[in-house]
């Protein structure tokens, strides 16, 4: 990282040394377009200039401005036209020999002076012309999906729709919903979410990231993932930031409404969907009557255990509305757009668990398995989400804004799952051993921001804006209740039961509550100045933040006896604690896992824009990012790292160089460091039940940092157009990953996030084409993604002298969640004269490794997912019009593989699954979600 520092430096040195040296030795014309009111520069606003019967034409650019180089001597004429804004008046003058001539045009908005005059053509920053623009002049690397395009998209949510980004796959939940992005192989951990540019706390009740479902994608103008940072942007992601740029306040009266319902196909009457009681107890009793006070079973419900299935597929629905206008002679925007969403999703999941430690016979690290599960989700997800913006133009040199985000999400999810003990392996033919449990969980996120923004032009030169801000998003599970009972099954000779003995009847009640709130301020000083005939533009700013985290659990565990028969009876079954003493809450073995955090951070950066040549743009800087973190748990006293701070600062340098090759290509290069926080949860001694494993925290986490290199083709044809091709590399230092590690005997084993020793690589290429032949069009986009780290593992062997023997050998392997190959693929058909858009889109992720194992060649891998949507919406009357979205067509299935080869299973191991169909791999999980319908109406005025 030291080496590359340097290098960078060197640059930025010579590049200034190139700037102050240079003069102007041609004739050029700059033309600078902004807005007459706000001063804002207006991007994208065609520039003509005319010489004779010559005529260029160009945008402008992030800065409102073009310069058109090499202009030979003469009269010339300059015209600027952008939609929504007065046409200007035509420029004309004479150009002297190796004369620089700057151009401002005040352009004055079309709807300030509409007295009898109707203006029927308005700035649109929700198509994809808008958004292909916004990538063509951006300083960094960066893709955008357009409003327009989200919106024919067969996707509800943001989480969904971040699949069709080049270079970005999803992990999905077990419903298979969309929950988390992993942009070019880079895990969740290593990506940042903003809104309106915003970071924004989580709701996760230990990370950092963001949940991508929790919001629905109809209420975005645009999303932004952003590959390469800037120094004026936040420098904690590695693997990229997305950005959710919500929908502004419109310059016009603007009002849309929709309307839609469906079914998943995965319910039906020999599948039903099952809900229960949506009203658990909200506080545990240690909560209401204090943590000394001793529980009893009346102090519980069983209310989430009260279940219903449904013979038939319940009914989806979703609602959207928007609402915008400008007020006070345009002075004043309004925006609020508001979505709901209640969606039925489910899985059935079948899987294997391994022991900690696997055998040495037959083969060495053979695994040897405990449990086999056979389960059925059903999920209810509803979703509401709600926005406003409010700006008010005071002046022509100042400007406020008012955002406001309030986003929730209840999430019922009922499981239940057969576990044959041992595999059915101490069963008979007509007997089965068997573990029935159902759990019930209620999972309420929410995230609410408030940002007040102002812009300010303190001169010709000197701009000034700034953020205050305050997020809090919070995380609640009230009252999971999970019952178990243990069943030994007698079956007549069609495998039917006919008889049921029952024993080990287990009871739990299980709260969590997360919150993690934010205050924040940010502020950028903003210079232009003219050297040599060339603009500069200097930036310096900030931001300070201070958080607040807690998270609270505790768990009461009831027996019923070992020998009593269940009849869908809770009250017939003595559920008590062992003893008094187990029910009261200071003595819960939960509590050492509540803990609090404080963090500050603050970062400061210088950055510099130029163009060195007239067609090299130079942006670089520094940033400098200083974290100081604390927490505290209520672990005893004789836990050590019961406590713990960590102070630790950054310096991160970036160089973006983008050569314009002609007016619609580019050529980009860029380099930058950046870093990832460890997740909070991670850092304390945690130790908590999780559905596969327990999970313990990790004092000794280290922050991640890492050097990151692109370089970009990019190409802009026209309308929706695009042809994009690139590179990256990454080299990252103290990776985190989670390792399943031995926690005592075989059989027990716990996931604990590590750093890796060595530094890992990361590194591939993306390419992507969108291109239409009249009404049809086509988009193809392919990621390739090589990582590579080396770390020791354990070996099983059986020597034919000494017995079973184990060795540490190095083995590399992949980053988790990274997969080698991702792409997508759609058909797209637009026809204005039919009033009908239709799209059948395909997503490609290639093998991934899942889950980490401390074993040689026994890590987890995802198969290749593949998934077939189509959608399509018909314009029935003018500004009313019908859509539909089918998600999964083809039913495509989550597995996970073992690279062992299943013949050395047992035949009762393979029978489980259904069917081992790679000779090689053993399948240790498969998860099927069928196919989602949704269709409804949309009106937009």
């Known amino acids: 990282m030291k080496h590359l520092y340097l290098i960078h430096k060197s640059l930025l040195f010579l590049s200034f040394g190139l700037l102050f040296t240079l003069s102007s030795m041609a004739q050029t014309i700059k033309v600078k377009v902004t807005d007459s009111k706000s001063g804002e520069p207006l991007i994208g606003a065609t520039i003509k200039l005319t010489r004779g019967k010559s005529t260029k034409v160009a945008s402008a650019n992030l800065t409102g401005s073009y310069s058109f180089e090499d202009v030979h001597p003469g009269p010339y004429k300059v015209s600027v036209d952008f939609v929504g804004y007065k046409p200007s008046q035509v420029f004309e003058g004479t150009l002297a020999i190796n004369q620089t001539k700057l151009i401002n045009v005040p352009l004055n908005d079309a709807s300030i002076d509409m007295d009898e005059t109707m203006i029927t053509g308005h700035a649109n920053k929700e198509t994809d012309r808008s958004a292909r623009g916004l990538e063509k002049n951006a300083p960094m690397i960066q893709n955008i999906l357009s409003a327009n395009t989200i919106q024919l998209l067969p996707d509800v949510t943001v989480a969904n729709a971040l699949q069709r980004v080049s270079g970005v796959t999803i992990q999905r939940s077990s419903s298979g919903e969309g929950r988390y992005a992993i942009i070019r192989g880079m895990d969740q951990r290593y990506n940042t979410t903003l809104v309106n540019g915003i970071k924004i706390p989580s709701p996760d009740n230990q990370y950092r990231f963001v949940p991508m479902d929790i919001f629905p994608s109809e209420m975005l103008e645009r999303l932004e993932v952003i590959k390469a940072l800037t120094p004026s942007m936040e420098g904690d992601a590695i693997g990229g930031v997305m950005n959710l740029a919500m929908k502004s306040a419109p310059d016009r009266f603007v009002f849309s409404a929709n309307i839609s319902g469906g079914l998943s196909t995965l319910f039906s009457s020999s599948r039903p969907f099952t809900n229960f009681n949506a ?531 190095d083995q590399t392997r992949p980053l988790q969640g990274q997969a080698n190959n991702v792409g997508n693929a759609s058909i797209l058909y637009k026809s204005s004269d039919l009033g009908l858009d239709i799209q059948l889109a395909f997503v490609y992720t290639g093998e991934r490794l899942a889950q980490v194992s401390p074993y040689y060649n026994l890590d987890f891998y995802q198969h290749a997912y593949n998934q077939l949507d189509f959608s399509f919406e018909k314009t029935l009357i003018k500004k009313l019009s019908f859509y539909g979205k089918i998600n999964n067509i083809t039913n495509a299935a989550s597995k996970i593989y073992l690279k062992f080869p299943h013949a050395s299973l047992d035949a009762k191991q393979q029978e489980f699954l259904a069917k081992q169909d790679i000779s090689n791999q053993t399948l240790v999980q498969s998860d099927y979600y069928k196919t989602m319908f949704l269709g409804g109406f949309r009106y937009k005025f």
Do not use: C
């Open 279 to 809: 009203s658990p107890n909200r506080n545990s009793p240690a909560a209401v009557n204090g943590n000394d006070y001793a529980a009893t079973y009346s102090d519980f419900n069983n209310r989430a255990l009260s279940s219903q299935r449904n013979a038939s597929s319940p009914f989806s629905s979703t609602a959207g509305l928007t609402i915008g206008d400008r007020f006070l002679d345009g002075k004043l925007g309004v925006i609020v757009s508001a979505s709901y969403q209640n969606i039925y999703r489910g899985s059935d999941s079948k899987q294997l668990t391994p022991n900690a430690q696997p055998s040495a016979i037959p083969l060495p690290n053979s695994p040897q398995f405990s449990d086999s599960y056979d389960r059925k989700y059903s999920t209810q997800t509803q979703r509401f989400g709600i926005h406003n913006k409010i700006d008010y133009i005071i002046d022509d040199n100042n400007k406020l804004s008012l955002y406001n985000l309030y986003i929730h999400q209840n999430e019922f999810e009922s499981r239940l799952s057969a576990d044959t003990l041992g595999l059915g392996l101490n069963s008979t033919n007509l007997n089965k051993q068997i573990t029935l449990s159902q759990r019930n969980t209620l999972t309420q996120q929410s995230i609410y921001n408030a940002t007040l923004h102002g812009d300010h032009k303190l001169s010709d030169k000197l701009r000034f804006n700034w953020d205050g801000v305050y997020s809090i998003a919070s995380r609640h599970m009230p009252d999971r209740t999970e019952f178990t009972y243990d069943a030994n099954q007698s079956l007549d000779n069609n495998h039917n039961i006919i008889a049921e003995i029952d024993n080990n009847t287990h009871l739990t009640h299980h709260w969590e509550d997360n919150t993690d709130k934010d205050i924040a301020g940010y502020g950028n000083l903003i210079y232009n100045h003219t050297i040599a005939g060339r603009d500069v533009e200097f930036a310096i700013g900030g931001l300070y933040r201070h958080k607040n985290r807690n998270a609270d659990y505790i768990t009461y565990s009831l027996t019923g006896g070992k020998s009593t028969l269940f009849n869908d009876n809770f009250s017939a079954i003595p559920f008590a604690f062992n003893s008094a003493a187990d029910g009261i809450g200071s003595n819960n073995p939960d509590l050492q896992n509540n803990y609090s955090v404080k963090e500050d951070d603050n970062a400061e950066y210088l950055q510099l824009k130029f163009n060195v040549i007239p067609k090299l743009q130079v942006l670089g800087g520094v940033r400098v990012e200083n974290t100081n973190m604390s927490y505290a748990t209520q672990s005893p006293l004789t836990v050590t790292q019961r406590s713990g701070k960590m102070l630790y600062t950054d310096v991160l340098p970036s160089l973006h160089l983008k050569y314009t090759l002609s007016d619609n290509q580019n050529l980009r290069a860029s380099y930058f460091a950046s870093i990832s926080r460890p997740g909070f949860g991670e850092l304390v001694p945690y130790k908590i039940a999780g559905q596969y494993y327990d999970e313990e925290g990790n004092p000794n986490l280290k922050h991640i940092t890492a050097d990151n290199a692109d370089v970009r083709y990019e190409f802009f044809p026209g309308g929706s157009d695009q042809f994009l091709i690139g590179s990256f590399y990454k080299r990252i230092y103290n990776p985190i990953e989670y390792f399943v590690v031995r926690d005592g005997g075989p059989s027990s084993q716990v996931i604990k996030p590590q750093n890796d020793p060595g530094a890992a690589t990361n590194y591939g290429f993306e390419a992507l084409a969108t291109k239409f032949f009249g009404e049809i069009g086509f988009s193809l986009n392919y990621t390739y993604t090589h990582s590579r780290i080396t770390t020791s593992k354990l070996l099983y062997f059986n020597d034919p002298v000494l017995g079973l023997q184990q060795s540490f050998v």
